[in-house]
């Protein structure tokens, strides 16, 4: 079990900066996220776009935003659990013991949810009959490619991840590739090799179909899928893997018993503490009269959940407010020379 | 101002007035109509305020944008009729509009 002053729960922008208040504080504090990469929203659905509203930065993109707040915390040891989405939130004594799905644990005082929308789950087929198989013969990514070889694999998306994987795959088993339009998405030349292995006979190419159902009994047997024109086609296949991106969930938060409102926690504005002591919310994922969805707002709730943790993980010490510029001890922890 | 009408996937029926300059999923958010979420609140980022325009009114409302086709290759259950309504800018011309809302977003 892992014991710490704060778990922070989202490792994007808003979660970043509390865990940079925290530990200028002098919190230690750990961080959990779905994702296999930090920076979250920004990283995972705009790194390219443009924002123009962070203060004194008149121009970043969501990866640019992410790398400056991982650089703000080099001088810092942050412990990072990607790819764990956090399952299990419990009350024992005054901490919270929260369990995450990979099995591992933490006790602490403190939980700051800067969750944005909720975690990034693959987006799934519609079809009932897909779940039966799922991560049996069905899947949303790909963990060992050696299990395709040789085998059947159908392949639904028109993204890059569909593309390469239908590429990569093409080389040992018999592919076949669903999209549901003649367009991919991905990038031009992915898109010609499998124009090309598709002339060559080594992609079955189908466009304007979608999954219609999926059959076999203990195993998958075959699919069916249909094309916009409703015509239906069966095809056999021993493997499926769906590429439809990612999709935001709240998830077991919502189990957790919190207020929750049209997938928002309400929370104070002095400590951004939701209806239970020492759970925070901040960022996209909280609501209070008047808030914004700005990251600048994330900021500054990140900064007061911070003080307020102090509280609860230092009950014997007094929390005294210093500002980087003159604090000898932030100093100290920030491993700059003082004046 | 327009009228748009949006129908759930259990056949519930809502009519509001939506002003111009607005979208068809601000007209959904702010009237509480359920079924459209809209999670990355406009940007077209996330596929999840996708509707079906009834297909006299596809063809007659402005045409899909970059980008918007490659966002709905994520949606739930995307057809030919299928729009993201956050791309749907209210106006004069549109009023009338009746969009299908699909049983989930995700």
Not at chain 2, 42 to 71: L, Q, R, S
Request: charged letters at 25%; hydrophobic letters at 35%; a negative charge.
């Amino acid at each position: 079990m892992i014991k710490t002053d704060a778990l922070i729960i989202g490792a994007g922008p808003t979660g970043l900066f509390a865990a940079h208040q925290l530990k200028l504080i002098g919190l230690n504090c750990e961080v959990v996220d779905n994702l296999n990469k930090i920076g979250g929203q920004c990283i995972e659905l705009y790194p390219d776009k443009p924002i123009y509203d962070i203060p004194a930065v008149p121009e970043c993109t969501g990866e640019e935003l992410t790398k400056n707040l991982i650089n703000q915390l080099k001088p810092f040891d942050i412990k990072f659990h990607l790819n764990e989405r956090v399952e299990e939130v419990k009350k024992e004594n005054d901490n919270w013991l929260v369990k995450t799905n990979n099995g591992t644990t933490f006790s602490t005082p403190n939980v700051i949810i800067a969750g944005g929308v909720g975690s990034f789950e693959p987006r799934k087929f519609s079809t009932k009959e897909c779940e039966k198989f799922e991560n049996k013969s069905l899947f949303y990514s790909v963990k060992d490619k050696k299990i395709f070889k040789g085998k059947i694999i159908s392949i639904f998306g028109g993204g890059d991840s569909a593309l390469d994987w239908a590429i990569e795959l093409s080389k040992e088993c018999n592919v076949n590739l669903i999209h549901r339009r003649h367009e991919f998405r991905g990038a031009q030349a992915s898109i010609d090799k499998v124009h090309q292995l598709a002339k060559d006979g080594k992609i079955n190419l189908f466009t304007q179909y979608q999954m219609a159902s999926a059959k076999g009994d203990k195993n998958l047997e075959s699919i069916d899928i249909k094309h916009d024109n409703n015509e239906i086609k069966n095809l056999k296949t021993n493997y499926v893997l769906g590429f439809f991106g990612l999709i935001m969930q709240l998830g077991p938060i919502a189990n957790w018993g919190l207020n929750i409102d049209k997938k928002t926690i309400e929370v104070d504005t002095e400590k951004f503490e939701t209806n239970q002591k020492g759970i925070y919310a901040v960022g996209d994922i909280c609501s209070y009269p008047g808030k914004l969805k700005l990251i600048l707002s994330g900021f500054h709730e990140g900064a007061l959940a911070a003080r307020a943790c102090f509280k609860l993980a230092r009950p014997n010490e007094k929390y005294r407010f210093e500002f980087t510029t003159s604090s000898k001890t932030i100093k100290e922890r920030l491993g700059v020379k003082s004046d | 101002m327009a009228k748009i009408t949006y129908i759930t996937h259990d056949n519930q029926k809502y009519e509001v007035e939506v002003k111009n300059g607005l979208t068809v999923m601000e007209g959904a958010v702010q009237n509480d109509i359920p079924g459209i979420d809209a999670d990355c609140g406009g940007g077209m980022a996330c596929a999840t305020c996708h509707v079906y325009v009834k297909e006299d009114w596809f063809n007659k409302i402005p045409k899909k944008e970059d980008g918007e086709e490659d966002m709905l290759d994520m949606a739930f259950e995307p057809k030919t009729n299928s729009r993201l309504s956050c791309q749907i800018v209210v106006s004069d011309e549109i009023d009338g509009l009746e969009v299908n809302i699909p049983s989930k977003q995700a």
